[in-house]
């Protein structure tokens, strides 16, 4: 059974810094992976999708890696900015069916 | 095109009342997952579907609960007897089923009282 964990689950910075969250799966024969973002209150938001065969994505200061021999995948956050503040979900594809998704991390960016 | 789309946003109930919620695809998904997210258990699958065909409801916790997609577009949650424990946001998502990653609806926040 796929299990997907996120370290750390909470974090707290400063504007301006760049950031790293982790996240692990125990089944490397995934199809793709997701991240998404939730707002408290909010639904999901859509991210960055890497598929199986990719290493990266990028999206403006987002850059996702995937090394699925390890099982692990990181979300870096260049520059953070107040308005990054929310809570991070991976969510690791199974071939064919459903995502599975860590516990999130839960970040807080200070003016 | 507006995304996924769910109905109604809020719902407050009382227990042992019928609770349908509703959504609609993206146009070109044919893939629909039905979640339920509270703080202490996160985002659990429920049910999905495939070509409008059912294909994992081991989710689903108990037989008061039942989905239906009767068309491509279209899919509706049902719980009959509500009961407070079933209190969540319960969300909905479509995707490709080759892989396109998944795209949520806003969530209904379910209230049973």
């Known amino acids: 059974k796929q299990e997907v964990t996120q370290i750390p689950a909470a974090l707290s910075v400063p504007e301006g810094e760049n950031l790293v969250l982790n996240c692990s799966f125990t089944d490397s024969a995934i199809y793709n992976l997701q991240w998404f973002r939730q707002d408290p209150g909010k639904g999901l938001t859509s991210l960055l999708l890497?598929?199986?065969?990719?290493r990266e994505q990028t999206s403006g200061r987002l850059n996702a890696s995937l090394d699925k021999s390890s099982g692990r995948s990181t979300l870096y956050i260049a520059a953070s900015q107040p308005g990054d503040s929310a809570t991070y979900l991976c969510?690791?594809?199974?071939?064919?069916?459903?995502?599975?998704f860590g516990p999130g991390t839960r970040l807080s960016v200070l003016p | 095109d507006a995304g996924v789309i769910q109905s109604p946003r809020h719902e407050v109930t009382e227990m042992g009342q019928e609770v349908t919620l509703r959504c609609k695809l993206i146009s070109g998904h044919n893939s629909l997952f039905w979640y339920r997210q509270t703080m202490m258990r996160g985002l659990e699958l429920l049910i999905y579907f495939n070509n409008n065909v059912p294909i994992d409801d081991s989710g689903m916790p108990e037989d008061r609960f039942s989905a239906k997609m009767p068309n491509a577009s279209f899919s509706t949650l049902k719980i009959q007897p509500s009961e407070p424990r079933d209190s969540a946001v319960y969300f909905c998502?479509?995707?490709?089923?080759?892989?396109?990653?998944?795209?949520f609806g806003s969530g209904t926040r379910l209230t049973v009282v």
């Open positions: 969510a690791v594809g199974l071939s064919g069916q459903n995502f599975v």
């Open positions: 890497i598929q199986s065969s990719q």
């Open positions: 998502a479509s995707s490709l089923w080759e892989g396109g990653g998944y795209t």
